[in-house]
């Protein structure tokens, strides 16, 4: 965007390719412009220079000129500035200008650039009318002000062009010809207004765009003030510009109310310091450099406001008054802007030389527009342009503070991502997700919610004995190496850790009960291949118990507010458990219970056997267990599928109590099974 900004601005300012000389160079006498030597032929000069007045009086345009009746004035200038019989001319008045232009050698059209005149006038050359705006008055009842920025076509003539203006002001605080004209082609004059008029509507929807792009971004990010306060900075230049220079609101709106265009002027004035002071103050405050007093923007609130309101419900003539006071005060807080911007500077605020470079150029333009304002210099209103380059100055600082948040942004995000997936191994995604929670922090005190799952649960065999052995770091160290290798199945087949209690291992399996069995039977496999390694490494091998049930539990959040803490409520979770502990008393590997075989559909893809019935601690009635032995040793399995169907005839003479058959049917299986130590329990038993 800042490269099209400067290629539109050059192409705008250069686009028309005329040179603008001092006319004083071409007077012969006073009120004489002789142009028949104008060079180069695309030439406008400015009729700046003596032109003689007479004040008090509208002469005929046809009547022939008496210069000894006239006085000498130089124009641009304020008639109120000027000595008529030992006293100021006043404000309020009317008066007739005039000069003569000796015609260039070329025989072309040429024409006269206004800007405006105050506050009424009547162009005239050669006695005829060519241009008016509002209505001249002799004594102020009939006088309507007027701005009406043209280009006058002068008539052809070889002789020349005797140029005569009358003016009346009875309303603006100064009066007379205070805006140069300029003088050339006719094709000329009207490129030159153009394109300062399009120069006008480049600046105007510059600063609108920018204005509809800081509010957005204020909506968006409501916390920061700052792009709010930038907005209608642009706003009021944006006014600014269209209702000085060329006028280029008259281009839309003709009959615009000539009080209502200059009281907007003077808003735009009195508004942009306290705004300027109010986006300073966020900027820096922001940044946590510099804090500017309340009572300061306070008082500079206070005194736009009584300035506004003044302006709002007076005359012309009355609020015009406070220009140059006004002027006086923004040059005053533009050094007390200086100071903090320059404190906030030193104190770090580094994107301040950005800032600072481009309030320095808009100070500098409307520094030029008062001195000109008040007749001092002889240029134009250039603030709008200033502002745009400040506001050129403010796009390298978005730029810059854009490129810190981007990099500040991604920062965070890597750091939220490590701490996300930190807090996911204390906290495990699928809990969230089951609660319906997109983030830990949206996790409240009591959240919960109903689910069907298969439970597992895996703990060591004899941990306490092989920790005894070790100190408390080889405790850790072992721990970690074991669980790390034992479970990833359960990741694998769609379940996820719920917590690790020591040795320990609970995890939940939400879509169905085979992903648990199929989990364990992997692990099973994974503690296989880490014996081997044990022994290489001359550790002995451990050995596990792995339980598994089926049924619906309650997930959910208990504490307080300062500590709370994942957990899993249900009498599944219990069952197990105990499952868990019950292969120590029949020496598995692995129980499951009823519900979890029944909920299995591919029960067939791995070798289980029923148990019986066994009474479990908390339940009155006794329940069925199956063992899953799909990982013992060769040997073994091929001993325990050989007799299945004998063991399961042996368990149904247990469950209607017919011990003597029992008890035959297992001394029996016991010979033929020697390696099964479920049938040397029963034998135990029975």
């Excluded at 109903?450 to 721990?479: G, H």
């Excluded at 049930?549 to 959910?556: E, K, P």
């Excluded at 069952?575 to 219970?593: D, I, K, P, Q, W």
């Amino acid at each position: 965007m800042q490269k099209t900004l400067f290629l539109v601005s050059f192409f705008l300012l250069t686009s028309c390719q005329i040179l603008l000389v001092d006319g004083k160079n071409f007077q012969l006498n006073d009120a004489i412009f002789d142009f028949s030597n104008l060079s180069p032929s695309n030439a406008a000069a400015r009729l700046d220079g003596v032109w003689e007045w007479v004040p008090n009086q509208f002469i005929d345009p046809n009547k022939p000129w008496n210069s000894e009746q006239s006085l000498k004035i130089k124009v641009p200038s304020r008639w109120n500035s000027y000595l008529v019989n030992n006293e100021h001319f006043p404000s309020f008045g009317f008066a007739t200008y005039r000069i003569f232009i000796k015609p260039p050698p070329q025989k072309l059209p040429y024409g006269i650039k206004i800007t405006s005149l105050g506050s009424a006038f009547a162009f005239y050359a050669n006695g005829v009318l060519l241009a008016k705006a509002g209505e001249l008055s002799e004594n102020g009842e009939a006088a309507v002000p007027a701005y009406a920025p043209q280009v006058v076509t002068l008539p052809a003539t070889n002789e020349g062009w005797d140029i005569r203006i009358l003016v009346s002001n009875w309303h603006h605080r100064d009066g007379g010809l205070f805006y140069s004209l300029f003088f050339g082609k006719l094709n000329d004059m009207i490129s030159l207004r153009q394109n300062l008029l399009f120069l006008d509507i480049f600046i105007f929807a510059s600063l609108i765009i920018m204005a509809i792009y800081n509010l957005s971004l204020y909506f968006f990010l409501q916390r920061d003030k700052s792009p709010l306060w930038f907005s209608l900075i642009c706003v009021t230049f944006a006014v600014r510009t269209v209702v000085y220079g060329e006028y280029l609101v008259l281009s839309f709106i003709p009959q615009l109310d000539w009080q209502i265009l200059q009281k907007a002027g003077y808003l735009t004035l009195y508004l942009a310091p306290l705004l300027f002071f109010l986006f300073i103050k966020e900027l820096i405050n922001n940044a946590g450099k510099v804090i500017i007093p309340r009572v300061l923007i306070h008082g500079v609130a206070w005194v736009a406001l009584a300035a506004s309101l003044f302006t709002f419900f007076f005359p012309m003539y009355w609020f015009s008054q406070l220009q140059t006071p006004y002027q006086i005060w923004i040059g005053v807080l533009f050094v007390v802007l200086i100071y903090y911007l320059l404190r906030a500077i030193k104190n770090g605020f580094s994107e301040g030389y950005w800032f600072l470079w481009g309030l320095l150029v808009l100070f500098l333009t409307v520094i030029n527009d008062a001195l000109h304002t008040a007749q001092i210099i002889n240029t134009t209103q250039i603030s709008p342009m200033g502002f745009l380059a400040f506001l050129v100055s403010q796009s390298f600082l978005l730029t810059q503070n854009f490129s810190k948040a981007f990099i500040k942004v991604d920062r965070l995000s890597q750091s939220l991502e490590l701490t996300n997936k930190a807090l996911s191994r204390f906290v495990p995604t699928e809990f969230l997700m089951y609660l319906g929670k997109e983030s830990i922090t949206d996790i409240q005190l009591g959240d919960h919610v109903e689910q069907k799952m298969a439970v597992l649960f895996s703990d060591i065999r004899s941990f306490t004995q092989l920790s005894e052995k070790m100190i408390p770091s080889e405790n850790f160290k072992f721990i970690n190496s074991y669980l790390k290798r034992i479970t990833p199945p359960i990741r694998h087949n769609g379940g996820f850790i719920d917590k690790f209690m020591g040795d320990g291992v609970m995890a939940l399996f939400p879509n169905k009960s085979f992903d648990a069995i199929k989990a364990g039977i992997d692990m099973l496999e994974c503690l296989r291949t880490y014996n081997q390694h044990r022994k290489t490494s001359g550790y002995d091998p451990i050995d596990i118990g792995i339980g598994i049930h089926t049924g619906t539990l309650m997930m959910g959040t208990i504490g307080n507010e300062f500590r709370m803490d994942s957990t899993v409520i249900a009498d599944a979770v219990n069952l197990a458990s105990r499952l868990e502990n019950l292969n120590r008393l029949f020496g598995t590997h692995m129980l499951v219970s009823l519900e979890s075989i029944e909920d299995s559909e591919l029960k067939e893809s791995f070798a289980y056997r029923f148990l019986g019935f066994q009474k479990i601690k908390g339940k009155e009635a006794p329940l069925p267990i199956f063992e899953v032995f799909e990982n013992d040793p060769q040997e073994i399995k091929a001993q325990k599928q050989k007799i299945q169907p004998q063991f399961e005839e042996a368990i149904q003479y247990l469950v209607h109590s017919n011990l003597k058959e029992a008890r035959k049917l297992f001394k029996k299986l016991k010979k033929l099974a020697p390696l099964d130590t479920v049938v040397e329990y029963y034998c135990r038993q029975v």
